[in-house]
């Protein structure tokens, strides 16, 4: 058995053709529509980015007991499962946080791994001179200007080499037997770097300031630059769909499709003036970010070019692969295996939860999107870790002097925990207002609606969800839910 997992960062279901986009150049992703099934009901778990990976090791929600961090010494990891069970996993990836304090435990899961340099603020090429900064809108970092330097061919271009390295897998192991390869870039993810090939594919006139990184804020900027960053991000996304045609010509070159599956899939979107916002992480997780992009092949089946209308999330993942690979789920793990689904649209849950820790916690049921809010200061909120990491920099003595040791959750194998306060949550308060909306009337979710037997029936769901998924108390208590 053979599997290959292309991953995306940012990647927007409604910019993607299969999805209806009418104007984007992505014809790799319509020949991936005729090769595999398109989930048309797929959504987000925990976001942002290293809690989405989480997700994919563990199988299980990140977002109800502590941010953004590392693999916990208790994670069970689908990549650890199957490297002891006699599978050769790969990683190739430019995926940065992977290397940084707060994900840096992550692909020492895989039997190996390539990191390519250079995406976003890496702290990849040393320069002691600052750069010279053009007149821009939005961000520009000191250490992305002095990375884009040193890859001005398409060559040298982290996706390049990121898809480079993944062929290079295939080239060697395509004859083997039972190895998984995870081909993972960071792109389209923020800022929009590409070269002048892929924006020429689209030749949208613009004179005004450099533009291709906007600030996780409110929208500012004129309707011109708006549609110009929208083309700025069509042109990465069509460099992804170049890069994505070079894995199925590989596999239609070698007749793959026999024996190896095929999983093309992100972690979450990205809103491009939508709802007023740009970015995702300080603003409610629309459709436009929390609904994401998914496509399966699995040659057991050998079901491709059809739609699949039941809920599954980013949790499914890991137990789909397992499985594939002939290997039960672990108890902890809470997502479903996907053979079902992919095989003849067998439903697999009723609604699906997804959020961000200390923000809004979310449920779908494919109907109504319910997103509820935290009450008052968005307190008690706590992080149960036995690894006090944020994102680049170790937790605080300031924090780590407020921790008490927590008795054992029912998926930490027996080990007591941190509880670790957290501090700062309560300016997203205003953003996190409880919200109700109708996808069959409101597929953009323009009007939130007052419906007071909807609400309730979503309030139901959404608390036999957090018992299902072991929220911690507290999160009741800030939700302002009744815990069971």
């Known amino acids: ?189 923020e800022p929009f770097f590409t070269l002048k090939q892929w924006k020429d594919r689209y030749n949208y006139d613009w004179d005004g300031p450099h533009f291709d990184w906007p600030m996780y804020e409110r929208v500012t900027e004129d309707p011109d630059a708006v549609e110009y960053l929208r083309y700025q991000y069509a042109a990465l996304l069509t460099q992804c769909d170049h890069y994505l045609g070079t894995v199925i010509d590989f596999m239609d070159r070698y007749d793959m499709w026999q024996d190896t599956m095929l999983i093309v899939c992100t972690d979450h979107g990205f809103l491009l003036g939508e709802h007023d916002w740009w970015g995702k992480a300080r603003m409610p997780w629309y459709n436009e970010t929390a609904h994401i992009p998914f496509f399966a092949w699995d040659p057991r089946t050998g079901v491709a070019d059809q739609r699949r209308r039941s809920l599954t999330t980013t949790i499914d993942i890991g137990p789909t692969i397992l499985d594939y690979f002939g290997m039960d789920r672990p108890p902890d793990m809470d997502g479903h295996p996907l053979r079902a689904t992919i095989e003849n649209d067998a439903k697999i849950r009723d609604a699906a939860i997804y959020g961000m820790f200390g923000a809004h916690v979310n449920i779908t049921d494919g109907r109504y999107v319910y997103m509820r809010g935290p009450v008052g200061d968005n307190a008690p909120l706590n992080h149960y870790t036995l690894m006090p990491t944020h994102m680049r920099s170790p937790f605080s003595t300031r924090e780590l002097a407020q921790m008490q040791w927590n008795e054992p959750l029912a998926f930490t194998k027996g080990c007591p925990v941190m509880r670790i306060p957290s501090t700062g949550m309560g300016r997203f308060a205003e953003a996190f207002q409880t919200q109700l909306f109708d996808l069959a009337t409101d597929p953009g979710q323009l009007n939130p609606i007052d419906d007071a037997t909807a609400e309730a029936s979503m309030v139901a769901r959404l608390e036999t969800a957090l018992a299902e998924h072991l929220a911690p108390p507290e999160q009741y208590e800030r939700l302002g839910l009744a815990h069971p």
């Not at 290293?50 to 199988?59: D, I, N, Q, S, V």
């Not at 295939?170 to 083997?176: K, M, S, V, Y």
């Open 1 to 189: 058995m053979k599997a290959i997992m292309v991953m995306y960062d940012s990647l927007n279901r409604h910019m993607l053709p299969n999805y209806g986009c009418d104007w984007t150049l992505a014809p790799n992703f319509r020949r991936l529509g005729e090769r595999a099934v398109t989930f048309d009901n797929h959504y987000v778990g925990s976001m942002p980015c290293m809690p989405a990976r989480r997700e994919l090791h563990t199988g299980r929600h990140n977002f109800l007991h502590r941010s953004w961090g590392p693999f916990e010494p208790f994670d069970d990891s689908t990549f650890t499962i199957l490297k002891e069970n006699g599978v050769y996993t790969h990683l190739a990836s430019d995926h940065y946080h992977y290397w940084e304090d707060g994900g840096a435990t992550y692909h020492h899961r895989y039997s190996s791994w390539v990191n390519v340099r250079g995406q976003e603020g890496d702290a990849w090429k040393g320069e002691v001179a600052d750069p010279e900064i053009p007149e821009h809108l939005g961000r520009i970092a000191r250490q992305d200007w002095v990375n884009r330097k040193y890859m001005q061919e398409e060559r040298l271009t982290p996706q390049a080499q990121t898809f480079a390295a993944g062929l290079e897998f295939l080239e060697t192991n395509r004859d083997q037997d039972n190895w998984y390869l995870q081909i993972e870039t960071f792109d389209p993810h």
